[in-house]
T-cell receptor
Framework: DAGVTQSPTHLIKTRGQHVTLRCSPISGHKSVSWYQQVLGQGPQFIFQYYEKEERGRGNFPDRFSARQFPNYSSELNVNALLLGDSALYLC????????????FGPGTRLTVT | GEDVEQSLFLSVREGDSSVINCTYTDSSSTYLYWYKQEPGAGLQLLTYIFSNMDMKQDQRLTVLLNKKDKHLSLRIADTQTGDSAIYFCAEKKEPGSARQLTFGSGTQLTVLP
């Protein structure tokens, strides 16, 4: 079975631009969470979605938004990119919001110049 | 301050045991996790322990939990060069919490031949 998949693998954007990152969860999993991992730090929670609804949000500005589709895949959108948004963006999949097992994808490396 | 703290670096000789330590501050944490991250990759779930347990063993991995001191450790027996990676400790605060995981900054484990 495929694990969590994310696309693209890498991308480079300029300050002020917008970016969309995509994630497909493990088959049968209905919950997707997004994390930001800045170089040298642990991942920081951004959002959780379950059954297409936002179930949790971390301490990130409104420039960050996400959605989940009927097939449980998800998109993370970031507007008005800042240099500080450069990070590895990780998607995690779980069966539901209360599940104690989360499985991570390989991440998308975003560089903002 | 940080909710979860880890030492930054650990070096061991191949074949020795490695012990990676973590402290957390929230006594309401119900699940505690260890993830492994290899260079350029996402996070791999290694093991987890419920807060009502003291110890969990899974092949070469042993997790010890001291709730009184809010201290978690991961012991890797017979450490191999393939174990070289960054190890993250993480906590989940309440059952079903939508806030998901809070990570430490990671411990870089280097295995010397």
């Amino acid at each position: 079975d495929a694990g969590v998949t994310q696309s693209p693998t890498h991308l480079i954007k300029t300050r002020g631009q917008h970016v969309t990152l995509r994630c497909s969860p493990i088959s049968g999993h209905k919950s997707v969470s997004w994390y930001q991992q800045v170089l040298g730090q642990g991942p920081q929670f951004i959002f959780q979605y379950y059954e297409k609804e936002e179930r949790g949000r971390g301490n990130f500005p409104d420039r960050f938004s996400a959605r989940q589709f009927p097939n449980y895949s998800s998109e993370l959108n970031v507007n008005a990119l800042l240099l500080g948004d450069s990070a590895l963006y990780l998607c995690a999949s779980s069966s539901g919001p209360g599940s104690y097992e989360q499985y991570f994808g390989p991440g998308t490396r975003l560089t903002v110049t | 301050g940080e909710d979860v703290e880890q030492s930054l670096f650990l070096s061991v000789r191949e074949g020795d045991s490695s012990v990676i330590n973590c402290t957390y501050t929230d006594s309401s944490s119900t699940y505690l996790y260890w993830y492994k991250q290899e260079p350029g990759a996402g996070l791999q779930l290694l093991t987890y322990i419920f807060s009502n347990m003291d110890m969990k063993q899974d092949q070469r991995l042993t997790v010890l939990l001291n709730k009184k001191d809010k201290h978690l450790s991961l012991r890797i027996a017979d450490t191999q060069t393939g174990d070289s990676a960054i190890y993250f400790c993480a906590e989940k605060k309440e059952p079903g919490s939508a806030r998901q995981l809070t990570f430490g900054s990671g411990t870089q484990l280097t295995v010397l031949p």
